[in-house]
């Protein structure tokens, strides 16, 4: 009787254990296991001194051993019941590891006699009821393990068959699958995506993770159930040791979905960079829902159509890991709502200003084909009407303009008294501000919408009939008004640092304390007046949580003691073009010439202010909410006026006014500090994220950024002037700061960054654009400045040498080229 069974013989349960005959279907399925054998459990019978080996075994067992190989081997028990579906006996049976040929009838013998085992009689009594019996044994060659471990094709835990769930340990994984030791976990996506991964790997990398989910997934399609399997990598590769079935309850499958949404912030970041509290990521997500359904009503798309696409609106934005991001696939259907968009749908996926088209699955699926024939008369017959609704709303926009700062100056010259108000009249407050200035924010958005369309024209004018003098100009005319509201600042800041440098304050000054004007009333009272005007101010200032100057003006303070302590500089001053000069025989360019700029110059300089009156709005909102904020602190519903800011309006306001989910408000706020404090410890996350699916909960993997051994690279210049110092790269003006002299590198700039700029001989900045606020400041303060050089905090080093040419655009790291 021949007791000895090679694959593929070994496939029946019931004469060589539920173990065996799943290596035999690993074979089959090309996985490759190591090579083995069984021996079936009437090899040996009982004795009195132990396990009696049946006639002949011996010798079949050399043979066997022969045609397997050179060992060690590894001695398995492969029980009748183990490894099945039902019941795995995982760590019931006994195991013998590196074991000689000469040594494996004597560890056969040992793993026989483990089926009788007082664990393996309490494991049956428990689960199955039946009686103990001897396993059949497995002989195999032994892997010589690097590492080796365990991965589950569906979570045991969690019950979730969305991703791998690895555990890896150094050297043979007998320790990790006795309990004796912990591995390194490690989750993988079904897209191969990292889920979870140790802060610092040091058993597998992330290849070798992906690899190993890919196996247990293969295992899985092979045997059409979730497994569990018993892995190992040595020298030649990764190789499959085992696999049973998972027996524990999973959760059912989910149904495929492969809609697709993409985030990306490559535009959004510079209003909301880094971590976005819940408040103010809510407030956003309410201000875009009501001012761009009011866009494209302006733009001819009827009311029928916008209320059709609701939820399109109302989900323009996401926050992913604390992070703002715009959703990319419905701004693309709001973009397709436009007229116009079925003749030139390229063109306008530009005005999104995201850094990488859309995929053609979207485009593809979003919106009317081209258009030909008469529907394509009929969309430029639309295109008519809208330009007639906009020459309308040109002619009519200082009256519209004036409408607004009325509703807007009554909303926030309010007679209520935040600091006495209740919150039922702090919600009220908050509610006038949403109908009277959030749903009729016309002003800014027809301005914004011609400011865009005259700037390029007019750009592209002055090119054609002037050459890069022309551009040159422009830049010149648009970005150096002196009065616009956002070169304010720096002017008055230059003014007080003189005044400050004549009475000796720059020192004191630095300590960032009002006091420091003691006995200074005239520069007190400018400081005063500063605040009075620009008090919402500050770094950030679209995040309601954010501070503002009037609450802290110590970057005030020092930008003042920087202006005090660097030379006098000439500021930039605005000078109109000599027309008769450019166009010296052209009297009908010269006419056509200076309208279109006067006319240009004026979009540009409203666009400035009413962004200004945005912040405006923004800070009376901020006040409104910290007033909310010490109402339920004071009632006992929050523990700190600023933990407010951990709650969405809905919330905020829904305790107030009565349709609240839930009272229990310090629970959501721990809840969401937590995982607020969890994502400001992680990197941030990727430009573009896609996924498919719910889009509730995105992976991704860290980036690695390659190094950038380029000499010199060319952005968008700004501001004329040529200037070689060192650079500093500045993420966070509020913790870092800038040497005289040293040049600016930024990812990208707000008004809260004034203090820095007092400092910087030249600006470089990532992200940004030509009326951008970096560009309007570096001009008002005379130094040179370029923007849009993408990548260039990661491309520069902080304190190395750089060369800038705020007129080309050019930037050359001077140490790469000596």
């Not at 407030?283 to 696409?309: E, I, K, M, P, Q």
């Not at 919150?423 to 011609?450: G, V």
């Not at 930039?572 to 073009?577: E, F, I, L, N, R």
């Not at 040529?722 to 590198?745: F, H, M, N, S």
Request: aromatic letters at 6%.
């Amino acid at each position: 009787m021949s007791y000895i069974r090679f694959p593929p013989e070994a496939t029946e349960p019931a004469e060589v254990g539920g173990k065996a005959a799943a290596l035999t279907r690993l074979a089959e399925h090309g996985f490759a296991p190591p090579a083995f054998f069984a021996i079936t459990p009437e090899a040996f019978s009982s004795g009195k001194s132990g396990p009696v080996a049946a006639r002949g075994l011996q010798e079949a067992l050399a043979e066997a051993l022969e045609a397997l190989g050179p060992g060690p081997y590894a001695v398995r028990s492969s029980g009748r019941a183990e490894d099945g579906a039902d019941h795995s006996h995982a760590g019931q049976f006994d195991t013998r590891l590196n074991v000689a040929a000469s040594e494996v009838q004597n560890a056969a013998k040992q793993v026989w006699m483990s089926g009788f085992s007082d664990t393996v009689e309490t494991y049956r009594a428990k689960t199955t009821g039946a009686a103990a019996e001897a396993p059949a044994i497995i002989v195999q060659r032994m892997v010589p393990a690097q590492v080796a471990g365990v991965a589950f094709s569906a979570d045991p835990v969690t019950g979730q068959r969305d991703r791998v769930v690895i555990s890896a340990i150094d050297g043979l994984g007998d320790q990790l699958v006795s309990g004796e030791a912990d591995g390194e976990d490690w989750a993988i996506g079904r897209d191969g995506s990292v889920a979870a991964a140790p802060d610092e790997a040091q058993v597998l990398t992330a290849d070798q993770a992906r690899e190993i989910a890919a196996l247990a997934t293969r295992a899985e399609t092979a045997f059409g159930a979730p497994q569990d399997i018993e892995w190992a990598i040595d020298g030649e590769g990764l190789h499959i040791l085992q696999a049973r079935p998972i027996t524990t309850a999973l959760m059912p499958e989910a149904q495929p979905d492969d809609t697709l949404t993409i985030f990306d912030n490559s535009n959004i970041v510079e209003s909301y960079p880094g971590l976005v509290s819940p408040l103010t990521y809510s407030f956003a997500l309410h201000v875009y829902a009501r001012v761009y359904r009011a866009f494209v009503r302006l733009l001819g798309v009827s009311d029928r159509r916008v209320a059709a696409h609701a939820a399109v609106f109302d989900n323009m934005l996401g926050r992913i890991d604390g992070r703002v991001y715009y959703n990319l696939v419905n701004w693309y259907r709001v973009l397709a709502l436009l007229p116009g968009f079925s003749l030139n749908r390229d063109y306008m996926e530009t005005m999104m200003g995201v850094s990488e088209p859309m995929p053609r699955e979207i485009t593809d699926a979003i919106g009317p084909p081209p258009a030909s024939g008469l529907g394509k008369l009929s969309e430029y017959a639309r295109l008519a009407r809208v330009a007639a609704g906009l020459v309308w709303q040109a002619l009519r926009l200082p009256r519209t303009r004036r409408n607004f700062y009325a509703r807007l100056n009554a909303a926030l010259e309010s007679d209520l008294d935040l600091g006495t108000a209740n919150a039922s009249e702090l919600a009220a407050e908050y509610r006038q501000i949403e109908s009277t200035l959030l749903d009729r924010w016309d002003a800014p958005l027809i301005n914004d919408f011609l400011c865009m369309m005259a700037f390029g024209a007019s750009r592209k004018l002055m090119e054609r009939w002037l050459g890069e003098a022309g551009l040159q100009l422009h830049n010149d005319v648009m970005i150096g008004q002196g009065d616009i509201v956002s070169a304010e600042p720096a002017q008055r800041i230059a003014a007080m640092g003189a005044m400050a440098r004549e009475a000796g304050l720059a020192e004191a000054l630095m300590s960032g304390q009002l006091a420091a004007l003691d006995g200074h009333p005239a520069i007190r009272a400018e400081v005063d007046a500063y605040l009075a005007r620009f008090g919402d101010r500050c770094t950030e200032e679209l995040k309601l949580e954010s501070i503002p100057l009037s609450d802290d003006p110590t970057s005030l303070l020092l930008a003042i003691a920087a202006s005090a302590g660097r030379a006098e500089t000439d500021r930039h001053k605005a000078t109109d073009p000599d027309w008769d000069a450019l166009f010296p025989r052209n009297p009908v360019r010269r006419r056509v010439a200076r309208w279109v700029i006067g006319w240009t110059k004026a979009r540009v300089r409203d666009r400035e202010n009413l962004r200004f009156e945005r912040t405006r709005i923004f800070g009376h909102a901020r006040r409104v909410f910290l007033a909310l904020g010490r109402e339920l602190t004071a009632r006992g519903l929050l523990d700190a006026p600023r933990d407010v800011f951990h709650l969405t309006t809905h919330e905020v306001l829904g305790a107030v006014e009565g349709f609240s989910l839930s009272p229990d408000l310090k629970a959501l706020v721990a809840m969401r500090q937590a995982e607020d404090a969890a994502s400001a410890r992680r990197p941030d996350p990727p430009e573009r994220i896609e996924i498919r699916g719910p889009a509730i909960a995105p992976v991704w993997e860290d980036e690695t950024v390659a190094e950038d051994s380029d000499r010199a690279k060319t952005g968008t210049g700004c501001s004329a002037g040529q200037v070689r110092a060192r650079a500093r790269v500045i993420r966070d003006p509020r913790t870092e700061a800038l040497e005289p002299g040293d040049i600016l590198v930024a990812r990208h700039t707000d008004p809260g960054w004034i203090a820095v700029f007092s400092n910087a001989s030249a600006i470089v900045v990532e992200r940004g654009s030509l009326l951008s606020h970096s560009a309007i400041v570096a001009r008002e303060l005379g130094i040179p400045c370029v923007v849009g050089l993408k990548g260039a905090t990661s491309w520069i080093a902080d304190g190395e040498m750089l060369s800038v040419n705020g007129a080309t655009g050019e930037v050359e790291r001077v140490d790469a080229a000596e």
